[in-house]
């Protein structure tokens, strides 16, 4: 009996990079940088408060801005800003 040669599977190029992926990421870093601008420009107010009142703030503050990015990264693997 003899044994079959091996046949390397077909070969597929990996497909080229979007243009999409560059864009969104400076988006995404845009949209952080002026989330930090808005909360930046509240601290004198917030400094005024005390440790519990801050708390719930910044929690806010550091949780809002991924809403505005999920559909950017959906958009970035996709191309579309909604499932």
Same mark, same amino acid.
């Given at each position: ?17 979007? $243009? ?17 601008? &808005? ?6 107010? &917030?400094?005024?408060?005390?440790? $519990?009142?801050?708390?719930? &703030? ?6 809002? $801005? ?8 959906? $958009? ?8």
């Amino acid at each position: 009996m003899t044994a079959k040669p091996d046949i390397p599977p077909p070969h597929n190029p990996p497909e080229p990079p979007s $243009w999409r992926k560059p864009v969104g990421m400076i988006l995404i870093l845009l949209i952080i940088l002026i989330w930090c601008g &808005i909360v930046v420009s509240l601290m004198d107010w &917030i400094d005024t408060l005390n440790f $519990w009142a801050q708390l719930p &703030i910044y929690v806010f503050a550091g949780i809002v $801005w991924i809403f505005p990015v999920k559909p950017l990264l959906l $958009w970035m693997n996709t191309g579309k800003f909604r499932s």
